[in-house]
C-alpha cells in the first residue's frame, strides 16, 4: 500500500470512529451506558482522554474484539509449527479383491455406519471361484461315496477267507487221514492225489484273497487321503471367498433355499458386495460407477474424522528440552488485528510424543502429539502452532497476544476494557516483559479475567494518538500537507 492510500485508509477510519462515537453520544445522553465509570479509575470518558467509550455500534462498526488476560509459562515455551494429520489407523482403503465391473452405492463426503454397503463388483473371477468350490465339493461327495464301498467289500472278504481257512483244515484232515491209510497199505493214491490237489488249490485261494484284501485296504486308505486332501482344498477355497466376500466360512457353507433347491450360500451370491469395515465418511472415490476395475484398484476410502495428531517440526537444537510426555498446547495461527477466523481460545491440549527420525538436511526432528480433545476447527491439512511447556516447574505469568499491543511511537499501549463497564476501554502504556513471538509477559496493569482489545486495536491508538499523522492532502508535487487544501 503506498503512502497516499495508507494516509488516505488511516483518515477514513479515524473518521468512522469519530463519527460513530460522536452519533452515539448525540443520541445516547440518557443511555446508562454513557458516561459510565471506571471502577478502576473512577473516572468516566468526558474527564479521562485514557478512556474511550465503545458501545455495541461503534465495536461492530470497526470490528473490536477482546482476548482474556491468560497465565503462560512464556519463558519456558517453546513454539514450533506443524499441520493436523490423520492417524495412521484412521484410514481404511477399499481396493477390487478380482477384476470386474463397480457398481458404487455410495457418495462422496457421506458418512457411513459399519456395516453398511459401499460398492458391488460383477466379476468374472467370482464365478470361477464359484465352480472351482463346486468341483471340490463335488470331489468330496464322490470320494465319500468311494469310501463307504469299501466296508461292504472288506467284510466279504472276511467272509471269504474264514471260508477258506475252514476249507483248508477239512482238506488238511482229508490228507493226511489218507496218508496215514497209505502208509498203512491201504487206500487209493488218487484220492490222496487229489486232496492235495485240492488242499493247494484252496491255499492259492487264500492268497489271492489276502492279496484281494491288502489292496482293498491301501485303496481304502488313498481314498481317505483324497478325502482329507479335498477338504483342505475347499477349505482354502472358502477362505479365499471369505476374504473375497467378507462373509465368515461357516455363513459362505451355511445351506441356503432358493426356488426350492438347498444349496450352500456361496452359491447363490451372483456379484460381491463390500462394506465398510468401521463408521466414517468417504474421503476419496478412485473410480466413477460402472468402470471395469482390474484387481486391487483402488476403489474409495473411508476416514475417521475424529481420528487426528498433530505433526510439528522442532529444531534439532532444541532436543535437549523435548521428551515424550511434556505438556503442549495446539493453537490457531497467529491472530492478528485485523481479523482471525478462529478464537484464540479454541485451543487443544495433549502430550508430545518425540519421533524416532530426524532430517539432516533441514536439521529437523517431528514432533507428535494427539490432543485430549478435538475441537471444530481441527481438520486433516490445517496449520497450527504448538506450544510446548519445556519446564512446567516455573510459575506461570499474566501475558496478552503480541497482537494486541500497538505503539504510539516507541510506546507500547494496550487497551483495557473496564471491568465495571463493558462498553468502555482504558488505553494504557503497555509494561511488557519476555515474549514467546506470540505471547508477551504483561507485568503491571491487569490481572486475571481483564479483558484486552486485539481486533480494532490500530484503530483505536489512531483516534487516540497524540503522534500519529491524522489526515491531509498532497499537493501536484508530492508533498503532503495536513488539513484541507
Not at 18 to 33: L, R
Not at 125 to 141: K, N
Not at 450 to 458: C, H, K, Q
Request: proline share 5%.
Amino acid at each position: 500500500m503506498n503512502t497516499m492510500n495508507r494516509v488516505a485508509w488511516t483518515t477514513f477510519l479515524m473518521m468512522v470512529l469519530m463519527v460513530t462515537i460522536a452519533c452515539e453520544g448525540d443520541s445516547g445522553q440518557n443511555d446508562d451506558h454513557t458516561g459510565h465509570m471506571d471502577e478502576s479509575s473512577g473516572d468516566s470518558a468526558s474527564s479521562n482522554p485514557n478512556l474511550i467509550d465503545i458501545p455495541s455500534a461503534v465495536r461492530s462498526n470497526l470490528g473490536i474484539s477482546f482476548v482474556e488476560v491468560q497465565r503462560r509459562r512464556v519463558e519456558k515455551t517453546l513454539r514450533v509449527p506443524g499441520r493436523f494429520e490423520y492417524l495412521p489407523t484412521a484410514q481404511r482403503e477399499y481396493r477390487t479383491p478380482m477384476p470386474g465391473r463397480v457398481e458404487l452405492l455410495v457418495d462422496q463426503f457421506k458418512r457411513v455406519e459399519s456395516g453398511d454397503l459401499l460398492y458391488s463388483i460383477d466379476s468374472p473371477g467370482w464365478r470361477e471361484l464359484q465352480q472351482q468350490l463346486a468341483e471340490a465339493t463335488s470331489q468330496i461327495d464322490q470320494l465319500q461315496a468311494q469310501l463307504r464301498t469299501y466296508e461292504p467289500l472288506l467284510e466279504a472278504h472276511e467272509v471269504h477267507e474264514k471260508s477258506l481257512h475252514d476249507t483248508i483244515k477239512v482238506w488238511t484232515a482229508r490228507v493226511e487221514g489218507l496218508e496215514r491209510l497209505s502208509e498203512a497199505g491201504g487206500g487209493r493214491v488218487d484220492e490222496l492225489t487229489q486232496a492235495r490237489a485240492s488242499l493247494s488249490g484252496t491255499r492259492a485261494d487264500l492268497a489271492e484273497v489276502g492279496e484281494k484284501k491288502a489292496q482293498l485296504l491301501a485303496d481304502q486308505e488313498q481314498t481317505r487321503a483324497g478325502v482329507r486332501a479335498a477338504k483342505f482344498r475347499l477349505h482354502y477355497l472358502l477362505d479365499s471367498a471369505a476374504a473375497i466376500t467378507s462373509i465368515n466360512r461357516d455363513d459362505l457353507t451355511e445351506s441356503v433355499d432358493q426356488d426350492g433347491v438347498t444349496e450352500p450360500r456361496w452359491a447363490t451370491i451372483n456379484k460381491i458386495l463390500v462394506r465398510s469395515d468401521l463408521a466414517g465418511v468417504v474421503s476419496e472415490m478412485g473410480l466413477t460407477n460402472g468402470a471395469w476395475a482390474d484387481e486391487k484398484s483402488p476403489v474409495l476410502t473411508v476416514v475417521q474424522p475424529d481420528k487426528l495428531r498433530f505433526r510439528a517440526s522442532g529444531l534439532q537444537s532444541d532436543m535437549g528440552a523435548l521428551g515424550d510426555g511434556l505438556s503442549t498446547r495446539i493453537v490457531p495461527p497467529t491472530p492478528t488485528a485485523t481479523g482471525r477466523a478462529i478464537p484464540i481460545s479454541d485451543s487443544m491440549t495433549g502430550k508430545l510424543m518425540v519421533g524416532l527420525e530426524g532430517d539432516p538436511n533441514d536439521r529437523t526432528i517431528e514432533l507428535f502429539v494427539v490432543p485430549d480433545k478435538l475441537l471444530a476447527w481441527a481438520r486433516p491439512g490445517v496449520s497450527a502452532q504448538l506450544e510446548i511447556v519445556t519446564d512446567a516447574s516455573v510459575e506461570p505469568e499474566l501475558a496478552i497476544p503480541l497482537a494486541a499491543v500497538q505503539r504510539d511511537g516507541l510506546t507500547p499501549y494496550i487497551f483495557r476494557r473496564t471491568p465495571g463497564n463493558p462498553d468502555q476501554v482504558l488505553r494504557m502504556e503497555a509494561d511488557l516483559g519476555k515474549d514467546d513471538g506470540r505471547w508477551v509477559e504483561i507485568l503491571s496493569g491487569v490481572g486475571d479475567g481483564n479483558e484486552i482489545v486485539l481486533d480494532g486495536a490500530f484503530q483505536l491508538m489512531l483516534s487516540t494518538s497524540g503522534s500519529i499523522q491524522k489526515g491531509g492532502h498532497f499537493h501536484a508535487d508530492g508533498t503532503f500537507h495536513e488539513g484541507e487544501d
